[in-house]
């Protein structure tokens, strides 16, 4: 099976430059691997080695609390031999991840580690791991032309790949491109570094998908599939083989479509005034009623002293506007104090006049968060990290009648916590509101995990029932931090497992104390091809550590393992008949802040 590298190779080659070097505390272990392309060693290939974040903090002599915020990850380089070889030396006992940094070619076989691409690897003291190898195939080129229904080249149209698997389902899909992939001066594109597999090609977007803020379109065309599908059911499949080189795959846009405007104006749902200075918002309906895209900013406003609004660059289709639950100035996210009902509107062929938001000044709730059984000013100083989230969920309203389903119930609010531990949330809708926290992750560093809501010093399940314009105070959220480790290797005897399956471990927190919180006491991780795995960011406690199978492309699996689509099997279903029972493994670890639990399980197809 073949893997995109394109977006994390890109990130990585534009930021391998800017890096500096910091001091690092040398370390004694190693790790070495070949690459080769085919059978054949290949040489002169980037290779890099990233750190995560508690390695990186151990190598700067710091441990934890000497983490900074935002720290970038550590990337060592280094290129193949001419035997294909490559080794980094002096690391840091820690966790790693390696990756091929090409373009051109792509990794085959199973080499997607956690948290993007690559192998993930964990080293001790002294340790030398051997045999990371990869495998490479030269990757596949799609290329044609764009043009208008007047024949004319469309300059800087963004093309879009999406890749198809056996039972006909899509998914995006990318190349080596490093900054995307659209038409030259010629109307031509071409896109390389393409896996095998079979592809669909489109331009035009209707609009959505837009570039980042401040760029605009020449024109805006309808989606069109190659040759000149305007549905994705009539497209033609692309099929693309290591290094064969798809032409001739053009693509006809139908002329552009003329954009148009929505007007209209906010006033107070009790009084009838108009309601200035508040943000405006529009995104188009999808088929069937649902909300659409988030909207850009393109699709945003504001309401002048009289409340008025103008939004520009709308397409024709059907549309919701309303106060959106939270703006965005300068970086930074705001809630809005007002809450409404989506406004529907639907444009065709003019202008849209007369669209009026009936708005309602929101609810809020106020309160602290608190970190469990720690004063640390490293730990308290993250809590500005965080994030309160209220989800609106329904309940009695103003005249008491239930919320219906997409009227204000799903809205969600937020607040970032302050230094001190404060937050406020405000333009809540009245109704049932669910209370939950996010953010302070710091990667293999640890992060925040919710262990309960106190309100006036009782504990709660999260949830708070507000009346209209209603302030709530005397909410407590307590956080823990979780930096807990468990680390290990799996080894398989008795037998061989079957082509196409996957290992994966899974450690659930077995006491109480952790395991509260929304569920938030567990975690998994991928086993590695050379067994090994590492879960990070767990709470203190004690956990249950199973071994379960997953099989794809066809492969026998059993236990509790889930199929995958695949050759031969039907998708999401585990086979009848399995060849080799895959029985499972289960373990209990007693872990703790600070230093890793190490566990060796091992798995016996024998049994």
Same mark, same amino acid.
Request: no cysteine; proline share 5%.
């Given at each position: 099976?073949?893997?995109?590298?394109?977006?994390?190779?890109?990130?990585?080659?534009?930021?391998?430059?800017?890096?500096? *070097?910091?001091?690092? +505390?040398?370390?004694?272990?190693?790790?070495?691997?070949?690459?080769?392309?085919?059978?054949?060693?290949?040489?002169?290939?980037?290779?890099?080695?990233?750190?995560?974040?508690?390695?990186?903090?151990? $190598?700067?002599?710091?441990?934890?609390?000497?983490?900074?915020?935002?720290?970038?990850?550590? %990337?060592?380089?280094?290129?193949?031999?001419?035997?294909?070889?490559?080794?980094?030396?002096?690391?840091?006992?820690?966790?790693?991840?390696?990756?091929?940094?090409? #373009?051109?070619?792509?990794?085959?076989?199973?080499?997607?580690?956690?948290?993007?691409?690559?192998?993930?690897?964990?080293?001790?003291?002294?340790?030398?791991?051997?045999? %990371?190898?990869?495998?490479?195939?030269?990757?596949?080129?799609?290329?044609?032309?764009?043009?208008?229904?007047?024949?004319?080249?469309?300059?800087?149209?963004?093309?879009?790949?999406?890749?198809?698997?056996?039972?006909?389902?899509?998914?995006?899909?990318?190349?080596?491109?490093?900054?995307?992939?659209?038409?030259?001066?010629?109307?031509?594109?071409?896109?390389?570094?393409?896996?095998?597999?079979?592809?669909?090609?489109?331009?035009?977007?209707?609009?959505? &998908? /837009?570039?980042?803020?401040?760029?605009?379109?020449?024109? &805006?065309?309808? $989606?069109?599939?190659?040759? @000149? =599908?305007?549905? #994705?059911?009539?497209?033609?499949?692309?099929?693309?083989?290591?290094?064969?080189?798809?032409?001739?795959?053009?693509?006809?846009?139908?002329?552009?479509?003329?954009?148009?405007?929505?007007?209209?104006?906010?006033?107070?749902?009790?009084?009838?005034?108009?309601?200035?200075?508040?943000?405006?918002?529009?995104?188009?309906?999808?088929?069937?009623? $649902?909300?659409?895209?988030?909207?850009?900013? =393109?699709?945003?406003?504001?309401?002048?002293?009289?409340?008025?609004?103008?939004?520009?660059?709308?397409?024709?289709?059907?549309?919701?506007?309303?106060?959106?639950?939270?703006?965005?100035?300068?970086?930074?996210?705001?809630?809005?104090?007002?809450?409404?009902?989506?406004?529907?509107?639907?444009?065709?062929?003019?202008?849209?006049?007369?669209?009026?938001? /009936?708005?309602?000044?929101?609810?809020?709730?106020?309160?602290?968060?608190? %970190? #469990?059984?720690?004063?640390?000013?490293?730990?308290?100083?993250?809590?500005?990290?965080?994030?309160?989230?209220?989800?609106?969920?329904?309940?009695?309203?103003?005249?008491?009648?239930?919320?219906?389903?997409?009227?204000?119930?799903?809205?969600?609010?937020?607040?970032?916590?302050?230094?001190?531990?404060?937050?406020?949330? @405000?333009?809540?809708? !009245?109704?049932?509101?669910?209370?939950?926290?996010?953010?302070?992750?710091?990667?293999?560093?640890?992060?925040?995990?919710?262990?309960?809501?106190?309100?006036?010093?009782? !504990?709660?399940?999260?949830?708070?029932?507000? =009346?209209?314009?209603?302030?709530?105070?005397?909410? /407590?959220?307590?956080?823990?931090?979780?930096?807990?480790? %468990?680390?290990?290797?799996?080894?398989?005897?008795?037998?061989?497992?079957?082509?196409?399956?996957?290992?994966?471990?899974?450690?659930?927190?077995?006491?109480?104390?952790?395991?509260?919180?929304?569920?938030?006491? @567990?975690? &998994?991780?991928?086993?590695? =091809?050379?067994? *090994?795995?590492?879960?990070?960011?767990?709470?203190?406690?004690?956990?249950?550590?199973?071994?379960?199978?997953?099989?794809?492309?066809?492969?026998?699996?059993? @236990? $509790?393992?889930?199929?995958?689509?695949?050759?031969?099997?039907?998708?999401?279903?585990?086979?009848?008949? !399995?060849?080799?029972?895959?029985?499972?493994?289960? +373990?209990?670890?007693?872990?703790?802040?600070?230093?890793?639990?190490?566990?060796?399980?091992?798995?016996?197809?024998?049994?």
């Amino acid at each position: 099976m073949f893997f995109s590298y394109r977006l994390a190779t890109s990130l990585l080659l534009l930021t391998l430059s800017a890096i500096a *070097q910091t001091s690092q +505390q040398p370390g004694t272990a190693t790790i070495t691997g070949m690459v080769k392309l085919g059978e054949a060693p290949a040489a002169g290939i980037p290779m890099a080695l990233i750190a995560n974040q508690i390695t990186q903090a151990n $190598r700067q002599g710091g441990g934890r609390q000497a983490q900074p915020q935002n720290q970038q990850p550590n %990337i060592t380089q280094t290129v193949t031999d001419e035997n294909g070889l490559y080794r980094f030396t002096g690391l840091a006992a820690g966790g790693y991840r390696v990756m091929p940094m090409t #373009e051109t070619f792509v990794v085959t076989g199973n080499a997607q580690g956690f948290g993007g691409a690559g192998k993930a690897v964990n080293v001790s003291e002294g340790q030398t791991m051997s045999q %990371i190898d990869f495998a490479l195939a030269r990757g596949g080129v799609i290329t044609g032309k764009v043009t208008d229904n007047n024949g004319r080249p469309v300059i800087a149209e963004r093309i879009n790949l999406t890749t198809v698997n056996e039972t006909g389902q899509a998914r995006p899909a990318s190349g080596g491109n490093r900054f995307g992939l659209e038409t030259d001066d010629r109307g031509v594109y071409r896109a390389y570094g393409l896996p095998a597999g079979k592809y669909l090609v489109s331009a035009g977007n209707d609009g959505g &998908n /837009r570039i980042a803020p401040g760029q605009v379109r020449r024109a &805006n065309y309808p $989606r069109t599939f190659h040759p @000149g =599908a305007t549905e #994705e059911t009539e497209a033609k499949i692309v099929e693309v083989t290591a290094g064969s080189e798809i032409e001739g795959i053009d693509i006809v846009l139908a002329g552009p479509m003329k954009a148009f405007a929505v007007t209209g104006r906010a006033v107070d749902a009790q009084t009838g005034q108009p309601v200035p200075s508040l943000p405006i918002s529009v995104a188009k309906v999808a088929r069937g009623g $649902r909300g659409g895209q988030p909207p850009t900013p =393109a699709n945003s406003s504001s309401t002048n002293e009289k409340g008025e609004f103008r939004i520009t660059g709308l397409l024709p289709g059907t549309y919701a506007a309303s106060v959106p639950s939270m703006s965005f100035a300068n970086g930074t996210a705001t809630s809005s104090e007002y809450f409404s009902e989506a406004a529907s509107f639907e444009i065709t062929s003019d202008d849209t006049t007369g669209v009026e938001i /009936r708005v309602n000044r929101g609810a809020s709730i106020t309160g602290t968060v608190a %970190i #469990e059984g720690t004063n640390d000013p490293p730990l308290t100083s993250r809590l500005s990290q965080l994030t309160i989230f209220a989800s609106s969920r329904g309940g009695q309203g103003q005249q008491g009648q239930r919320q219906a389903p997409g009227q204000s119930s799903g809205r969600n609010s937020m607040a970032q916590v302050g230094r001190d531990g404060i937050f406020r949330v @405000g333009g809540l809708a !009245p109704g049932v509101v669910r209370l939950s926290v996010n953010g302070g992750g710091f990667g293999g560093n640890g992060s925040f995990r919710l262990l309960r809501i106190e309100r006036n010093g009782s !504990p709660s399940n999260g949830d708070v029932e507000l =009346a209209s314009g209603e302030t709530v105070t005397g909410v /407590r959220v307590v956080v823990a931090f979780a930096s807990a480790v %468990i680390q290990g290797r799996v080894v398989v005897s008795g037998g061989v497992l079957p082509a196409g399956t996957r290992l994966n471990v899974t450690a659930r927190a077995t006491n109480s104390a952790t395991s509260t919180g929304g569920g938030q006491g @567990g975690n &998994n991780a991928r086993i590695e =091809a050379n067994g *090994q795995f590492r879960i990070e960011n767990l709470l203190p406690g004690v956990y249950e550590v199973r071994v379960t199978a997953t099989t794809f492309g066809g492969g026998q699996g059993g @236990g $509790r393992g889930q199929g995958r689509a695949g050759q031969g099997g039907q998708g999401g279903q585990t086979p009848t008949q !399995p060849q080799t029972r895959i029985p499972e493994v289960r +373990q209990t670890v007693t872990v703790t802040n600070g230093a890793p639990a190490n566990v060796t399980l091992t798995l016996n197809l024998a049994q």
